[in-house]
């Protein structure tokens, strides 16, 4: 399966002679392909082009006489195959700005819903403009609502771009990012969990926490977030699962439903990292009246300290909590629990 958007990078002296005999070249034979000027000027010091395949497919190549950096949602020619791959933030900033000009440019002819929130679209450009992934990600935010019942896609759509427009996710984008995958089929289950954690985050935040996604523990697992406020010295990790409705899943009612899920949690890597993990069960994909049976009976979900939340996409947050909390949520959240 493909993954999300990345460089290669191809050390050497590039020319445009070079770029149509083992690139253009190579993507006639094979798919179909015709190299013209790019739509934005070349980063400074570097020549570009533009590939557009027939089966709509699209690359780009910029180049001087020490490298060339190829970006595309397409196959690779043979002569980059040995190539190191680069992130966004691996290569120089000038090459890395003119690629996503080029790319969020096609990302919002391509889908104008997304032209009013273009940190969403920014964020999740990997995966938008991915191979396999193009349509799948972008039907989960412009069908789905992003895993939100019965909810309002603009709403949904203006509540994330808030969030991600904070900039406290910015330098985790890649891999926050493409935890949403780039599958051509549509996983709505992976990807609500993925936006579970994208929720515990604006928690997080609106209680005032500064976060680390994937903290590193001594069992060799990542835990989502690592959070912390300036000046404390102690930080909390915190697991994020998210539980499927019962019409989504085999469990007869929402209680069981997050039971289940949340046992999944406790006795895989939880248990192994033996303590000092909060649980967040974030309910988000719950209607109503699923969610007022879970608050109405608080069950628990066999570990602690554990908060179980649901948001909705206007940013309230009701919940209620298991054991001895480490964070201090404040007002973020409306608690229900007494």
């Known amino acids: 399966m493909a993954k999300p958007l990345r460089f290669r990078y191809a050390p050497g002296s590039w020319s445009e002679a070079r770029v149509r005999n083992e690139l253009l070249q190579a993507l006639q034979a094979n798919i179909g392909a015709t190299m013209g000027d790019p739509w934005y000027k070349a980063p400074q010091g570097f ?41 966004f933030d ?82 985790y984008r890649e891999t926050m990012a493409g935890k949403l995958g780039t599958s051509e089929t549509m996983d709505l289950t992976r990807m609500s969990a993925t936006m579970g954690e994208f929720n515990a985050a604006y928690l997080l935040l609106q209680a005032g926490y500064d976060i ?16 912390s406020r300036p000046g404390d010295a102690e930080t909390t990790l915190v697991e994020v699962t998210r539980p499927l409705p019962p019409k989504h899943r085999s469990a007869g009612s929402p209680i ?31 209607p109503d009246d699923d969610w007022m049976a879970i608050a109405g ?21 009701e919940a209620y909590r298991k054991g001895g909390l480490p964070l201090d949520l404040g007002d973020a959240v409306e608690w229900i629990d007494g």
Not at 57 to 84: H, I, K, M, Q, V
Not at 138 to 159: H, K, N, S
Not at 212 to 227: F, K, L, N, W
């Open 47 to 87: 020549d570009a082009v533009r590939f557009d395949m027939d089966n709509g497919d699209t690359a780009l190549f910029c180049w001087n006489d020490d490298a060339g950096y190829w970006l595309g949602n397409t196959e690779t020619p043979s002569s980059l195959w040995r190539t190191d791959k680069q992130g």
């Open 297 to 317: 009976e608080q069950p628990e979900v066999r570990h602690r300290p554990a908060v179980v939340f649901r948001l909705r996409p206007s940013g309230r947050i």
């Open 212 to 227: 680390a996604p994937e903290a590193a523990v001594t069992t060799g697992h990542s835990i989502d977030y690592r959070a």
């Open 256 to 286: 069981t439903a997050i039971r289940e899920t949340a046992q999944t949690k406790s006795t895989g890597q939880l248990e192994e990292h033996g303590g000092g993990v909060t649980l967040f069960v974030d309910c988000s994909s719950f």
């Open 90 to 171: 691996e290569v120089p900033y000038g090459v890395r700005r003119w690629a996503e000009r080029e790319l969020l440019a096609q990302l919002t002819d391509e889908s104008p819903w997304l032209e009013d929130y273009p940190h969403l679209a920014w964020f999740f450009l990997p995966v938008f403009l991915s191979k396999d992934g193009r349509e799948t990600t972008r039907a989960f935010f412009a069908e789905y609502a992003a895993g939100f019942p019965d909810a309002d896609r603009d709403e949904v759509l203006a509540f994330y771009e808030d969030l991600l427009a904070g900039g406290a996710l910015d330098e």
